[in-house]
Nanobody
């Protein structure tokens, strides 16, 4: 069993930056591809970014490409999402997922082996 706990969300002005963290329990963190999704009120869940088990490969949604960076530290059982140039439309609950599928497949999946509870990111004008 793996538990995922996100942190780092908060209120930030447009144009600002935030770094989200997702820490996993258990010893098998590097067995899973990791991803970040977000969901805004009244909107469908949206894929944000994914990273391979070894951190050698990443994949981003077009809406965040060039502004967000996903990374992971397998020694710390943690995946990060560095967000820069934040926009009002980035406001959402962000949550991380872990899955045995290849990282490039996470964006097209609806169910995952594990999912965190999420952390709120609010971008103000």
């Amino acid at each position: 069993q793996v538990q995922l706990v996100e942190s780092g969300g908060g209120l930030v002005q447009a144009g600002g930056s935030l770094r989200l963290s997702c820490t996993a329990s258990g010893r098998t963190f590097d067995s899973y591809a990791m991803g970040w999704f977000r969901q805004a009120p009244g909107k469908e869940r949206e894929f944000v970014a994914a990273i391979s088990r070894s951190a050698g490969s990443t994949h981003y949604a077009d809406s965040v490409k060039g502004r967000f960076t996903i990374s992971r530290d397998n020694a710390k059982n943690t995946v990060y999402l560095q967000m820069a140039s934040l926009q009002l439309e980035d406001t959402a609950v962000y949550y991380c997922v872990a899955d045995s599928a290849a990282y490039w497949r996470l964006g097209g999946k609806n169910e995952f082996a594990y999912r965190g509870q999420g952390t709120q990111v609010t971008v103000s004008s």
